[in-house]
């Protein structure tokens, strides 16, 4: 472990640690140890130079360069780390988009409020360490032929998954081979426990006349409650419980008196023995599954929506609802229909058009095609990965788009749109669309339909660190391709329909994001137009039977672009349902 030093040590804040019993892990399968998933799948950020290449020295300097301060603006980032402002004020807005606590300060703050808020020194160093995380990479595809087809390879490096374009790359590694849930948080937690003496050796500090090293160190309960950023206890469906609740180095501390500090040691031993404990779990979980029959969302024209989580259960716990191989069909979920989820994962859908109409935390888009996705309100994040010709439609706090080629994105989002990867063709426009609960949704989510930045988008570089299948070493780096605006002449509302009728719930009536001028205009001049038309097919000078025959030309005009744009399937799944 990693040891730092200071020179004029508080012995009343650091008081030597009482002797404790020595800990063991929690045998209860149902309370077993995760990996908080959040800061893993939004909160890693494809930026150089917060990539160390030995974080813990580094950040112990950090740490004791600020340690006069404990909240951190963007400036004294942007200083510390020598990054500009913009990307230091992309950190700050990220983190405050994974944090365990939405009490803090930097969760709750207005977007004009977040440098007065700043972040938590200990919240920000363990945040900048996990960007050294490698995401898990795939299995090794078993059928090579059904990946011959492929755009042309541009890299020696990682053979034919360099040439593959996003989709294709999903694609050739479909669920069978893609890592599972359970593969990506055994990942996760391997990380955890190979980098926990170094994250410790963090937060801890050490004992005045204790001499040096790790035995030295001890962890406050405040300092070990910042472990909460990284792991949890709980199981899905169930309430999230806290580290300090459930370790049981701070259980019999008096509410009047400060707790006494555990050591660093004693706390490292107990969260490996009960990492070890979760990650035999997993690993049998998993042995039963590939030795059982295999399961039908495996195949690759799976359709199936499978929903983690039935009963309700407050936002911190770990239901998540998944939305996967969808294909050719309208697919409509409501708030109702997901209580105890707190998230969504729209997964490998093809020319299909999904409504998910509900207040969320969390949502993820991942190798859809030739799709139009409608995400209610999203308080957290939102990440679309991997798609081709797809149009989103949200509203949401914050938006990342990596590696899609051919998107549109009607977007109401009060942070700065983050572009990452290698994409193609992308388009933003503002928002354009609402349903009648939308807007209580949005109070629910904490979006504010004052601010919208649709059109700022911030485009990093193409190569991510932390992938690399889609980038393999060596490949050099550049920003990657922004996002055009769609052409307000191009610009169409998009209509919602109204399940409810006249029992509508909510009282949305129209788009909450006020549209730019340019828009604004645009949707006028179409109105007039179609009002103008209306009026002469009313008023023309015809006899009746020419009439019907005019009626029957224009609704046989309109049957055939109904059949050539397959929005036919959409009417016909809307009657069903």
């Given at each position: 472990m990693t040891t730092e030093t200071t020179s004029t040590p508080d012995p009343n804040t650091n008081p030597a640690p009482a002797p404790a019993p020595t800990p063991t892990p929690n045998p209860n399968p149902s309370s077993l140890i995760h990996p908080r998933r959040e800061p893993f799948e939004h909160g890693l950020l494809p930026i150089p130079k917060l990539i160390f290449p030995d974080p813990t020295p580094t950040l112990i300097q950090l740490k004791q360069q600020l340690s006069t301060h404990n909240r951190v603006n963007s400036s004294l980032l942007a200083d510390s780390l020598q990054i500009s402002t913009d990307h230091a004020r992309l950190i700050l807005d990220?983190?405050?988009?994974v944090l365990h606590s939405d009490s803090d300060p930097l969760v709750k703050a207005r977007s004009d409020e977040v440098d007065s808020a700043g972040a938590d020194l200990r919240d920000l160093i363990l945040f900048?360490?996990?960007?050294?995380?490698?995401?898990?990479?795939?299995?090794?595809?078993?059928?090579?032929?059904?990946?011959?087809?492929?755009?042309?390879?541009?890299?020696?490096?990682?053979?034919?998954?360099?040439?593959?374009?996003?989709?294709?790359?999903?694609?050739?590694?479909?669920?069978?081979?893609?890592?599972?849930?359970?593969?990506?948080?055994?990942?996760?937690?391997?990380?955890?426990?190979?980098?926990?003496?170094?994250?410790?050796?963090?937060?801890?500090e050490p004992v005045e006349g204790e001499g040096e090293g790790e035995e030295s160190l001890v962890l406050s309960m405040e300092g070990f409650e910042h472990l909460g950023f990284l792991l949890q206890f709980g199981d899905k469906g169930s309430e999230v419980v806290t580290l300090s609740q459930a370790a049981p180095f701070f259980a019999n501390s008096d509410p009047d008196m400060p707790a006494v500090p555990a050591p660093a040691t004693q706390v490292h031993d107990w969260i490996s023995q009960n990492i070890a404990s979760a990650l035999e779990h997993i690993t049998e979980r998993i042995s039963a599954k590939e030795n059982g029959p295999a399961n039908s969302s495996d195949s690759d024209v799976a359709m199936?929506?499978?929903?983690?989580?039935?009963?309700?259960?407050?936002?911190?716990?770990?239901?998540?609802?998944?939305?996967?191989?969808?294909?050719?069909?309208?697919?409509?979920?409501?708030?109702?229909?997901?209580?105890?989820?707190?998230?969504?994962?729209?997964?490998?859908?093809?020319?299909?058009?999904?409504y998910i109409l509900a207040p969320l935390r969390y949502a993820t888009i991942y190798g859809c095609s030739d799709a139009t996705i409608?995400?209610?309100?999203?308080?957290?994040?939102?990440?679309?990965?991997?798609?081709?010709?797809?149009h989103v439609i949200t509203a949401a706090k914050r938006v990342c788009i990596a590696n899609c080629r051919e998107c549109v994105f009607f977007l109401g989002v009060n942070q700065r749109p983050l572009i990452v990867g290698d994409n193609h063709k992308l388009q933003v426009a503002p928002y354009n669309t609402f349903y009648s609960e939308l807007e209580e949704h949005m109070a629910d989510a904490g979006i504010d339909a004052t601010i919208n930045r649709w059109d700022e988008t911030l485009a990093l570089g193409v190569v991510d660190p932390h992938d690399s299948l889609s980038h393999p070493a060596g490949v050099s780096d550049f920003q990657a391709e922004p996002a055009a605006r769609v052409d307000p002449d191009q610009f169409t509302n998009f209509l919602i329909p109204n399940w409810f009728g006249a029992e509508s719930p909510g009282s949305t009536k129209d788009n909450p994001f006020q549209l730019p001028e340019a828009y604004m205009a645009s949707q006028q001049r179409n109105q007039k137009n179609l009002a103008e038309t209306k009026k002469l097919l009313r008023e023309a000078p015809l006899e009746e039977n020419q009439k019907r025959e005019l009626s029957s030309a224009l609704h046989l005009l309109f049957k055939d672009w109904l059949y050539a744009s397959g929005n036919v399937r959409q009417l016909y799944c809307l009657q069903g349902d």
């Open positions: 990220t983190l405050a988009s900048l360490y996990i960007q050294s995380y490698k995401k898990l990479l795939p299995r090794t595809h078993k059928d090579a032929a059904s990946v011959a087809d492929v755009w042309p390879s541009t890299s020696a490096f990682d053979g034919y998954l360099s040439a593959l374009s996003p989709l294709q790359l999903v694609r050739s590694n479909n669920r069978r081979f893609m890592p599972s849930q359970a593969d990506e948080e055994a990942h996760q937690l391997s990380y955890l426990q190979k980098h926990m003496a170094n994250i410790l050796s963090l937060l801890a199936t929506d499978a929903c983690t989580s039935s009963i309700k259960t407050p936002p911190s716990a770990r239901g998540s609802c998944f939305i996967e191989g969808i294909s050719k069909s309208s697919f409509v979920k409501q708030a109702s229909d997901l209580k105890g989820s707190s998230s969504v994962k729209v997964l490998n859908c093809h020319d299909s058009i999904l409608v995400l209610g309100a999203v308080g957290k994040a939102v990440r679309i990965e991997h798609c081709e010709r797809v």
